[in-house]
């Protein structure tokens, strides 16, 4: 079958198999991705986040082919495959004029190359992550406790950028007036969110750390976001995510306000502040207006019943 046959979707998935043992060939085709034939539309800014996280991973060795002398993770090949597939395949389909989408994440693509914004690109980009997740929790399993403690920090925070612009007030509060300006995919405050030099070292694989360790070392103005102003409304940031995202599953991935993503419970004291005071402060500061609101979402009992469904 030649290339002018094949469906968005093969198309799709034959480009990203030609570069998957390329981490560099990876990064220029998602930043590829975001320059459309025929259409001028302002895309290419919304790539900065996606290209610099990928260079990250790149790195720390996690996009390496598993056949290298310094291995690659298959977890991490494997969600980032799902996001460069799903987002080329939605390319391709409004290259093609084509509404064939795969899959419910290629049809949130789709909406953003058709109508570009900060909501439309986090709705399309944490579609594929969250898919990804889901789908790769054998693979995570495998992966050393340092490395599914990064797991969860990653999608937590990918989750509250995502919350930065579609409900400012539970992100940030009173100062839900700047949430937009510094969760905007074109701003660097996703990309300092996802820069993780301030989690873990460049290295993969992790080997003897504890998490404690990993704890101890984070930048201290990060611990403080993520103890202070992210862990505090967990429960409300994977609520809101599902509701936007229809994947009601996303609530099975946090559980009594800890992160759960293949994460054992008896090891959720993890995500517990140990300076109370300080980060209680920045809560106190932060803390949503009107919320029972945010409370509420939690436990929305219209997602509980789909997550039912889903099991």
Request: glycine content about 4%; proline content about 6%; charged content about 25%.
């Amino acid at each position: 079958m030649t290339a002018g046959l094949l469906s968005a979707a093969q198309h799709a998935e034959r480009r990203v198999a030609q570069v998957r043992d390329d981490p560099a060939a990876r990064i220029r085709l998602a930043a590829d991705t975001y320059a459309l034939r025929g259409v001028s539309r302002p895309y290419r800014p919304y790539r900065r986040a996606v290209v610099a996280f990928m260079r990250w991973q790149q790195a720390r060795g996690v996009l390496n082919a598993l056949d290298a002398k310094a291995p690659g993770s298959p977890w991490w090949r494997a969600v980032n495959e799902d996001l460069l597939r799903d987002a080329l395949e939605a390319k391709l389909l409004v290259e093609r004029e084509d509404v064939s989408a795969s899959r419910p994440s290629v049809r949130h693509w789709v909406g953003f190359f058709r109508a570009p914004s900060a909501r439309s690109w986090y709705l399309a980009h944490n579609a594929s992550v969250v898919s990804g997740y889901l789908a790769h929790t054998d693979l995570a399993a495998r992966e050393a406790p340092a490395e599914r403690f990064f797991m969860n920090v990653v999608l937590v925070r990918v989750l509250y950028a995502h919350a930065l612009v579609i409900d400012a007030n539970l992100a940030l509060g009173r100062f839900a007036f700047v949430a937009r300006l510094v969760g905007h995919p074109r701003a660097r405050g996703p990309q300092a969110l996802l820069s993780m030099k301030d989690v873990l070292p460049v290295s993969y694989p992790i080997e003897a750390v504890t998490i404690d360790e990993v704890i101890s070392s984070e930048n201290k103005l990060f611990r403080l976001v993520d103890f202070g102003l992210i862990a505090t409304r967990a429960e409300a940031l994977y609520a809101v995510s599902a509701r936007a995202l229809d994947e009601p599953r996303l609530l099975d991935l946090v559980s009594d306000g800890g992160l759960a993503y293949v994460w054992p419970a008896d090891q959720r004291h993890v995500w517990t502040p140990r300076r109370r005071w300080f980060t209680g402060l920045v809560e106190a500061l932060t803390r949503p207006r009107q919320s029972p609101r945010f409370q509420a979402l939690a436990v929305d009992p219209a997602l509980r019943s789909l997550r039912g469904e889903c099991v």
